[in-house]
């Protein structure tokens, strides 16, 4: 959703290119896309009351801690807060 929403909003595509490119990433063999747990849910409502990041942001984060997995984000805000809980992460500047 998140994906969908970046590239109309900063990428200026239009809604079906957008759908069809987010498609063509889930189709990706080396896309893994996880499950939630009940820990994600309250973690990610701790993340948003401290950073004030958009849910999605903060449910990204909960599962790049509970996987260790490193984020790759176009977000400032997001970047500073895995830094702050100490997630690895790559800022990507579009």
Known sequence: ME????LM???GMDKESARDLVMQM???ES?????????DSFRA???????????????????ANRLK????????????AA????VPYDYLPL
């Open 3 to 6: 994906t969908y929403y970046q």
């Open 9 to 11: 909003m900063k990428k």
């Open 26 to 28: 889930k189709s990706l």
């Open 31 to 39: 896309i893994n896309i996880p499950a939630l747990n009940d820990n």
């Open 45 to 63: 409502g701790l993340y948003h009351k401290r950073f004030n990041l958009s849910f999605v942001d903060c449910f990204v984060l909960a599962l």
């Open 69 to 80: 997995l490193k984020i790759y984000t176009t977000d400032g805000p997001l970047e500073l």
């Open 83 to 86: 830094k702050g809980i100490n």
